[in-house]
Structures are given as C-alpha cells and as structure tokens.
C-alpha cells in the first residue's frame, strides 16, 4: 500500500501512545427539567473542554471499542484566518504542540505538513474507540481530502474504505468564480473492519409511486423482471415455459434463469391453470441460452407445459385475468403479451443511500447558519456549522436506537442536537460525546444543547396586520375616532401575538402584530467536563492529585481493555472486577505503602476466582508461595501498563 510522507511523520505516528492518560474533571450536570441540579446526570451525555487529543485519551477507559459512529469536522486547512472557528492548523494552541511534538515553530514546515501531523494521531485514538461494528465520517473539502485519504488508508486499511460521498453544500452555483466553482464537500466514510453496512433510508413518495395494484391483489406492486443473470451456473433454473394464452414455447433469455426454483415456478404457473412438468429434450436449446454446448448443459431438466387443451387452458387464464388478482408471475398486453414478476411494496425494501447526498435531503451551508442564528436568537457564534439534516443522515444510516455517537471536533454540537432529535423520532437511547478545544465549548456547544433541550423562541418573519387606515387629510379630520379604533385592535388582540405594534408606513396608519416562533425542547441531560490531573506524574508515579477511583478505572483498563462498571466491595475494597476467571485487586493507599503478605491475604475473595492480580507496593511472599495460590503480583508504579 502506497504510504504518504510528510515533514514529521515520525514523529506522530505512534504519538497517541506516547499521550499522557489524564482525568476527567466534572464541572456541572445538566438536566432540562431541572436546571437548578447541578450533580452529575450520569446519562452518558458528555461535553469535553479540552485538546481532543488528550480528551480521547482520557475516554479510552471508558469507551474503547463502545463508540458506534463518529463524525469529525476537522480543520479545512484553507489558510484562512479570523473565523471563530479558527480553520487553520496556524492555531497557537496546535502550533504549540507542533513545537513540542515535532520540531520549533520556526522549522520549514508548510501548514499542509501541519495539519497531517494533527490529524494522524487522533485518527489513531479514534479508530480505538469504535466498536467492531462502527464507522467513522470525516469531513473536508479539495484542501486536504487526497492526503485525509491516504492516512485513513493507512490507519483503517484500504479494505475498510467504504465511500467518499460529495456532499451538494450549495443551492445555487456561484457565477462569479474564476474557476470551477466548488458545489460539494467530500465526506469520507470508514468502517472498523471491511464490508461495513450501513442502514437503509425511508423511501420517497417517488419510489412508492411506482407500485400500482390493478388486479386487487393484497398488496400494490410493480413490474419486475422474471429472470436473473448468470445462467450457467444456475442450469437447473433454464427450462422452457409454456404460455397459458397463446400457446407458445419460451425460454429465458441469453444468460439468465427463472428467479425461482422449478418446484416454485410450478406452483405460481398453476394459478393460471393446468401445468405439468415433461422432458422436451430441449438440451441444445437450454445450452445456447447458457452460453455452452450441448454436452456441457446439465441433462434431464424438465420444462413446464400445459396440463390440458390449449383452449381450456386460455379460458381459465382468461378467466383469472378478468377477475384477479393475477399469480405472482403474469403476463402482460391483456394476457397475450410476455412473462413478468410482481414486486410487492410490502417486500421492497429500504432506500440505499449513494455517494451524492443533495441539499434539498440533507441541508446546505446557508440551511446551517441560518439554523444556528434561531438558535442563539440572531447571532451566529461559528461561522461554518454543519446543518442538522446532515448530522441526521449520517446517525440514520451509521446507528442503532442505543449506539454512541463521538464527535471530537464538536464546534457548534450539532452531532449533539442531531442525536437527541434522532431519538425524539424513533424513541432511541443515544449518547453523544461532544469534545471541543475552543473557549466557546460552554458558551455555544454547551450552550446550544442547553438551549435544543430546553427549547427556545427565535424572531420569526411572520407579521400579520391587524388594522389600517389611510393617512388623509380627511381621515386627519377623525383622527381621535381612528386611534380609538387602532387601540381597541391592540387590547383586542393582547395574548395572541407575542408583540403588537401601532406604526405609521407608506402613509397608513398599522396595528401590526407578530409571532415569536418557539421551538419546543428535545428534553435531556448532560455532563460538562474539563480535562483534569495527568495519571501519572513526570516522575512516572501515581498521581496524588487524581481521586482513588479514577486510578481503579486506569488500572483495570490497562489490565482488560474493558471499563470498570462494578461498584466498590464493602468486603473487598481493593477489589477491581472479575472476568475471565481471574479476579483483579488495587492495593493501593496513597498516603501510605501497601504490602502484600500472608497478614493481608484477606484483601482477596479466595473463592471467586482461578486465578488473581494483584497491584501493591511491596509484597513479601515467595514466588513458589505465589504460584501456589494463583496469584500475580505487580509493583506499584513499576508494572502499571503505560499505554
């Protein structure tokens, strides 16, 4: 596989390991029917502040190998400054890290160097957190799409590459471009492993439409075809049929066979009238139709005739296509016309979903900002959102009702608003995990999810005018009698518009009233987070900062890759979990040296497991007396994995 260099590249490739583990520090709880509770919902909802880089670390413990779908809306790397989403990797924050990670800031290296060196270790965090089942959605734009693909290449596999679908992110095409004006954005789509399927879409008004019912069978249907391709390795399904209304011998056409067995087609032709199966020794003609020799063609295979008079027969058929409904294989132009299959709508299955997704399905940019200025009242706090009916799309084919949505470049959180509506519409359970660098991930991310699962009123355009009256020299004759008609318009109409105003325009008098739309809430909870203390310290210790069960969750992760979701033992307080037959023990005190020996073997459970780990400082035993009882020691710090 052909593999991308840049200036750096060694030294990010196996960065995410050298990644330091840090903490999640809960700063607040949010719950849409109870603002004024702050404690931790646990719901599974999270908004992360922080590097996404060290945010993803941080959520391995918990989340490695749990997250169904992940989108990302990375930096563009168009060299634009300014925006509030800074879309350039010329960020201070990155070029610091680039400074620490590969080189000083005043090495020669262009921002295309830059962003790939961004980018790859978090795609590598990010492929650790999906499930086996899971996929990822990458969005960007001609900038950095071809080099994306050939890191994603690289981290997923060329066998897990599932599309690069051309998002229409325009309704109108620009007429002043020196170029080619650009109507998409690309979206590249990865599965964990090869051969991901994604779910089916609804079907449209237009695909229904085609399914008619003008026999009163029990479904609508449409017409399809009776045959399928490949006859030769299907000859048992070549044979000659005959027609009920005229009589005549037919065969599939070149290369193809009936869609079903002998034994089914019999039964079907049956509901026309009579049939029997009887040997044409029709071998040379069933072999032109495969493609093959006579002698090559599989012998003794029947054909289906008439079990009757002709005339009998086409009377009966007649008959059934005069009353219906008509058998699943039936034949057109009133009955004297050629075979064809019913596909029931009832049968049809899901939409498939292309790799060209419209604007008019799935929003466009103009959609989104106008969106987002509902949503915080007039104000547009990220200047590139990603509209909601997107984010939609991508869950609808990409999640089950109870799967984990991650998204580490969250910007505005519109993955969180999509999720939530997602669940309003089919009663799912999905999570979402929101990471966002910026500043603004309280005051817009969080602010917006607040505000979806609350609801909010936005100012619509919808004015209604209640009351006018010409301004004339004759009217002004009246004017007192016309203000009192004016005011009584305002009083009678108080508590059905959410503003009412008299005004004077184009020369008439108005009493104008207008709606404030309100958007009902989503309902929901989440959790706000900060990145917090570092596992460990420079020294390679256990961090004193970081509270006791933090470190439990660490270290049984780094012993099973699984999360910790066992309550602490009252009886075993250094307990971890079991599984597998082996029963994991943290001995661990911070303020003190724990040692284990034959006085304190009563941390462990002695008939729970087969086998035992266990973490202390010291341990005093013999390895002989060890193996006799099952038991693994590890030092602390010194045998604790560093991932």
């Not at 604007?359 to 590139?384: Q, W, Y």
Request: hydrophobic share 30%.
């Amino acid at each position: 596989m052909p593999t991308l260099h840049w200036i750096g590249r060694e030294k990010v490739v196996n960065h995410h390991l050298e990644v330091p583990f840090r903490t999640l520090e809960h700063k607040y709880g949010f719950r849409a029917n109870n603002e004024s509770d702050k404690s931790e919902t646990h719901s599974g909802n999270m908004i992360i502040h922080g590097d996404n880089l060290e945010a993803l670390k941080a959520l391995l413990p918990q989340y490695e190998g749990r997250v169904d779908c992940i989108y990302i809306d990375p930096p563009y790397n168009t060299g634009n400054e300014g925006w509030v989403y800074n879309d350039n990797a010329n960020d201070p924050q990155m070029l610091r890290w680039l400074g620490e990670v590969v080189g000083k800031e005043d090495d020669d290296f262009t921002r295309h160097d830059k962003w790939l060196c961004m980018m790859y270790p978090r795609l590598c965090l990010l492929r650790q957190l999906l499930t086996s089942e899971g996929s990822l959605f990458v969005s960007s734009d001609d900038n950095e799409s071809a080099s994306l693909r050939h890191i994603l290449n690289e981290i997923f596999g060329t066998n897990c590459f599932v599309a690069d679908i051309a998002w229409q992110r325009t309704y109108s095409v620009r007429n002043d471009s020196q170029s080619i004006p650009v109507e998409v954005e690309h979206l590249l789509v990865f599965g964990k492993k090869p051969k991901w399927k994604p779910n089916g879409l609804e079907r449209t008004e237009k695909m229904d439409a085609a399914y008619k019912n003008p026999d009163g069978d029990r479904c609508k249907w449409m017409s399809g075809a009776p045959t399928a391709s490949d006859a030769r390795s299907h000859q048992g399904m070549v044979y000659a049929i005959q027609h009920p209304f005229t009589g005549e011998i037919f065969y599939p056409t070149s290369n193809a066979h009936w869609r079903f067995s002998q034994e089914q087609m019999l039964e079907y032709l049956k509901g026309w009238c009579s049939y029997k199966l009887e040997d044409l020794h029709d071998d040379e003609r069933r072999a032109e139709v495969c493609g093959i020799t006579a002698e090559e063609i599989r012998k003794g295979v029947k054909a289906i005739v008439l079990d009757e008079p002709l005339e009998t027969a086409r009377q009966k058929a007649q008959t059934i296509y005069d009353k219906g409904p008509w058998p699943r294989f039936y034949f057109t132009q009133g009955g004297k016309g050629g075979m064809r299959r019913k596909v029931y709508a009832d049968d049809a299955g899901d939409r498939i979903s292309t790799n060209f997704w419209e604007f008019k399905e799935v929003g466009h940019t103009d959609e989104a900002k106008k969106e987002l200025l509902r949503i915080f009242n007039g104000t547009s706090p990220i200047e590139t959102p990603k509209p909601t009916r997107l984010l939609e799309r991508i869950l609808k084919i990409a999640t089950k009702e109870d799967s984990i949505v991650l998204d580490s470049c969250a910007g505005s959180g519109t993955s969180g608003h999509a999720t939530l509506l997602a669940n309003s519409k089919d009663g799912g359970k999905r999570k979402f995990i929101l990471v966002e660098l910026m500043d603004y991930a309280e005051t817009t991310t969080a602010e917006r999810m607040r505000r979806v699962m609350k609801g909010y009123t936005f100012k619509g355009n919808v004015k209604v005018e209640l009351y006018k009256k010409k301004i004339t020299v004759s009217n002004l004759r009246k004017a007192q009698t016309i203000m009192a008609e004016a005011d009584s318009v305002v009083k009678s109409n108080r508590g059905k518009y959410d503003t009412l105003k008299m005004t004077v325009e184009d020369g008439d008098l108005k009493v104008i009233g207008t709606h404030t739309n309100k958007v009902e809430g989503l309902g929901g909870e989440f959790d706000f987070y900060e990145l917090g203390q570092p596992i460990f310290t420079n020294e390679g210790e256990l961090n004193p900062a970081v509270e006791d069960e933090k470190l439990r969750q660490y270290i049984f992760y780094s012993e099973t890759h699984k999360p910790l979701n066992r309550e602490r033992d009252t009886d075993f307080p250094y307990l971890l979990d079991y599984l597998d037959g082996t029963g994991y023990f943290f001995y661990y005190k911070p303020k003190s040296l724990t040692t284990l020996s034959q006085d304190t073997l009563s941390i462990i459970d002695p008939q729970k497991a087969e086998r035992y780990v266990v973490y202390a400082d010291i341990c005093t035993m013999s390895n002989e007396q060890l193996a006799k009882m099952g038991i693994e020691f590890k030092k602390i710090p010194r045998d604790i994995n560093k991932f």
